[in-house]
Structure formats: structure tokens, C-alpha cells
């Protein structure tokens, strides 16, 4: 197959799912590997005739040392010689993944992504282009498969996924295979930089495409991958139809505003399983804007739910609650308790030389820090990954184990404000500080930090 006939197939594929209109910047993210290089030579190639304007963003981990200065710089001199536009970010991926309590390659994967979308809005690109291909697809239906999943786990990576009103993300070359890849850089004698970390066995995705997928082709079908690939596009046309049938029976029988939606019992009651997940699912997205953290198990909860007499009500994330009674079964935004609306504007801070005999207050809303031992800058904010506090004996506790242990309700968790420095949280507000910033004999300066919201906040703990 020639180059020509290669770069026809992508700009079919690309129209068949409306991935670009006349006049879209399209941002690719280039790696410098293989499957990236290729992304962009086509896109390149395909500038003209689709009339779109192509840039590029590369993104250096700072993990491979000289190896990853070396992809670096190839992009550079790539994207100098194209003529395309690039932006370039350095990163601390490994420091990342460490103050978040994340793998190096999903710190890499959320770093990227933010990246990605920053500079798709500083150069008015409304496309964001990827270079998964088809064994990549193959792979990830696997991993979905293994973790567990449901249909739309099972359909793999779709062309296209929508991040906002204003970008979204693209995957031209979905279409192609990988030694289709490889084969047309060499058509087109162009050079690509492998990354030592893909032939790795750490991670679980090399573990599929290096060994797993080998063996299966090698042992079970050698058109295995085919074959997962058409079960992937088979199970992703089920999963958008039952989204449809979904909306559509809320279209007709819905009550709705902006923080409640119901359906009537007597049309949920007599739907298969299946379809009852998915009107759930889509009433979550509704009310919340979207549904990326409902598990099965939520699903499962808000199907278990009987009415008066039995189960009546469900917690779920987004601050949502599902509540069923004899007539209809709603999703609504959960009543925050006055005392969990706690905004940065009520903290009130000072800082004083200690005295003699002073008198730490006992009051659950204003507590005493010793100053001496913040080092950084403080922040006011609500919970990240990796957050812990000091609970005695040098001990760490988890911020999300003490929310669990505490039993605070899912949907309040990300409303209840955090003074940290980094990751060490100070003071939990409202409930508990960190054993390692407490007033001590040794402590000459105190930082006082107050919840100046009148007097329901003066009780005493």
C-alpha cells in the first residue's frame, strides 16, 4: 500500500466521524514516537484538502533523562521542518505521581491532558488529535474486559470524545494498524524515537501488548485482534442505542429542573436491567453535567431501591442522592448542611508571638497553629489525591481513609475546605488538625486561623 492510498483511508476515516471542519486548528500531541509521528506527518498532509491548520504540543517527563531530552528535540527539528507550530512543557511526572498518590504513567496520561487542553486554548485549536491506532484499541478493550466493565468499557476508545463546548478530542488514525504506521514512516523515510519504557514489563498495558496479545495470536488466533476489534465497534453501537432508547424515555415522561430530575416508577419498574442502568446513568448526567465516576455499584444501588416501606434513598458522587417514592424515582442535588458551606472568604488568619500562659481555645472553629513549622505557602482548597495529616507517633493518615473512618457522606467530601501546605493537611475544617502543626512548649509564634461566619460556627467541639 502506498503513502497516498494510506492518507486517503485516514481523511475517509476522519470524515465519517466529523472529526474536523474547514477552518479548525487541530492540535497534535507528539510524543516523537512512531504512532505520533505519523499523526502528524498525515494531518500535515491532509492540512490543505481538509482546510484545517495543524499544530503540535510535546510534553517532556523528565523520566528517561537524555532520552527523553532526545525525543525533545527531535519533535523540535521535526516541527521546525514542517513548518507547524509547537509548544513544549517540561514536567516533574515522577514528583507528580509521588504528591498524588498516582502511577508515574497516570501522572504522565493527567499531566498531558491538562497540557494538552491549556494549549489548545492559548492557540484557538477546537481539536485535539491523539495517535491511538488499532492495537491500542485492542488493548485497552482488554484491560477494560479484565478490570470489569460494561458496554461501553467493551466498545474501547471512541474516534471522538467531546471535553467541552470548545475542544475535543480526535483519534484520525484509529484506522490504521501499527506496523501500517511503521511501514508508512519508512515509505516517507522519515525516522521516529522509540521509547525505551514500551518494552518494559512494570506496567500492565506492556504486559497485554508484549506478551498476552502475542500468545493469543500465537496460540488461540492469529486474527485475534480482529476479532476484538469488531466485537469493540459491535459493543459501542449497543451501548450509544441503549444511551438513545434512554434519553429518549426520559424525553417523555421526565419531571426536570436544574438540580432534580425524576422518572415515573410505572415506566422504570417494567424495564429490562440493562435499560434501568442506563436511565440512571443518564439521569446522573443530567443533573451533574456527567457520570465519569457512577460505578456499577451505584447503579446497583439506586436499582435496588424499593420505595417507602423498603429502601427509599441512595447516596452517589457529584453530591447527588437518589430518592424513591410510591410515584417517581429522582436523582437530586443533595441539601449541603449549613455547616459544610464553609467558603475561603469566612478563614480569617493572623499570626502572634506566643506569650505566657496563653490559653488555646477549645472552640471547633478557630484553632492554633505553630507557625514556626509552616515551610511553604498555605492554600485554602477542597480535597486532591494524595492529601494525609499527622495523627501522632510521626504516624500518617490518608485524607479519604479519614473521611471514610468518619463516615462523611461521599457527595460532601469535595465540599468540605482543607487549610494545607503541599499535601500535609493543617486542619480539616470543622473536624480535626494535623498532630505535627499543634502548639508545643517550643512554639514562639502561633498562626490562629477562624471561621468568621457568625455564631453557628462558635460552638464548642
Known amino acids: 500500500m502506498n503513502m497516498q492510498t494510506w492518507t486517503m483511508r485516514v481523511k475517509e476515516y ?24 505519523c499523526l502528524l506527518l498525515m494531518l500535515k498532509a491532509l492540512e ?58 497516570e501522572a504522565g496520561r493527567v499531566l498531558r491532558y491538562q497540557w494538552l487542553e491549556k494549549t489548545a486554548g492559548e492557540f484557538d485549536c477546537h481539536k485535539i488529535a491523539t495517535a491511538h491506532h488499532k492495537d491500542d484499541q485492542a488493548e485497552t478493550v482488554l484491560m477494560n474486559l479484565f478490570r470489569g466493565t460494561g458496554l461501553r468499557g467493551l466498545g474501547g476508545i471512541r474516534p471522538i470524545r467531546r471535553l467541552s463546548e470548545d475542544q475535543t478530542i480526535i483519534r484520525p488514525l484509529l484506522c490504521m494498524e501499527r506496523q501500517e504506521i511503521e511501514a508508512y514512516l519508512i515509505e516517507e523515510k522519515e525516522a521516529w524515537c522509540e521509547d525505551s519504557t514500551n518494552r518494559e514489563l512494570v506496567y500492565s498495558r506492556n504486559k497485554v501488548r508484549n506478551v498476552l496479545i502475542p500468545w493469543i495470536r500465537e496460540n488461540v488466533n492469529d486474527r485475534a485482534e480482529e476479532h476484538i476489534l469488531k466485537t469493540a465497534l459491535f459493543a459501542s453501537q449497543a451501548d450509544e442505542y441503549f444511551l ?65 416501606g423498603g429502601g427509599t434513598a441512595a447516596d452517589l458522587p457529584y453530591g447527588l442522592r437518589a430518592i424513591r417514592g410510591y410515584q417517581k424515582l429522582s436523582i437530586r442535588k443533595a441539601i449541603v448542611p449549613k455547616e459544610d458551606r464553609i467558603t475561603s ?10 506569650e505566657k500562659d496563653l490559653a488555646i481555645p477549645k472552640n471547633k472553629y478557630t484553632k492554633w497553629f505553630d507557625y514556626d513549622r509552616i515551610c511553604d505557602t498555605l492554600s485554602v482548597r477542597a480535597r486532591e489525591p494524595g492529601d494525609y495529616f499527622m495523627i501522632g507517633d510521626g504516624k500518617t493518615k490518608k485524607l479519604h481513609r479519614f473521611f471514610i473512618d468518619e463516615k462523611i457522606p461521599e457527595e460532601l467530601r469535595d465540599k468540605i475546605l482543607l487549610l494545607a501546605e503541599g499535601n500535609h493537611i493543617l486542619w480539616v475544617v470543622g473536624y480535626r488538625i494535623s498532630e ?25 467541639s
Not at 438 to 447: G, M, Y
Open 244 to 308: 438513545a432508547q434512554a434519553e429518549k424515555l426520559l424525553g417523555d415522561v421526565n419531571g426536570e429542573t436544574a438540580d432534580e430530575i425524576s422518572i415515573d416508577v410505572e415506566v422504570f419498574d417494567p424495564q429490562p436491567e440493562i435499560m434501568k442502568a442506563y436511565l440512571i446513568r443518564a439521569m446522573i448526567a443530567r443533573v451533574a453535567g456527567n457520570s465519569k465516576d457512577i460505578s456499577a455499584r451505584h447503579i446497583e444501588a439506586v436499582s435496588a431501591l424499593d420505595g417507602p
Open 436 to 460: 505535627y502543626y499543634k502548639i508545643t512548649d517550643a512554639t514562639r509564634n502561633i498562626l490562629e486561623v477562624r471561621v468568621d461566619k457568625g455564631e453557628d460556627y462558635d460552638r464548642e
Open 48 to 105: 490543505t484538502s481538509l482546510g484545517i491548520q495543524v499544530m503540535a504540543f510535546h510534553l517532556n517527563h523528565g523520566l528517561r533523562g537524555e532520552e527523553a531530552d532526545r525525543d525533545e528535540a527531535y519533535v523540535r527539528a521535526l516541527c521546525q521542518r514542517l513548518q507547524v507550530r509547537l509548544k513544549v512543557a517540561k514536567e516533574d511526572v515522577a514528583e507528580h505521581a509521588k504528591q498524588h498518590g498516582l502511577s508515574e504513567e
Open 345 to 354: 472568604d469566612n478563614l480569617k488568619m493572623r499570626v502572634f508571638a506566643r
Open 14 to 37: 476522519m470524515k465519517q466521524n466529523h472529526m474536523a471542519e474547514p477552518g479548525d486548528g487541530v492540535l497534535a500531541a507528539v510524543s516523537g514516537g512512531a504512532d505520533s509521528v
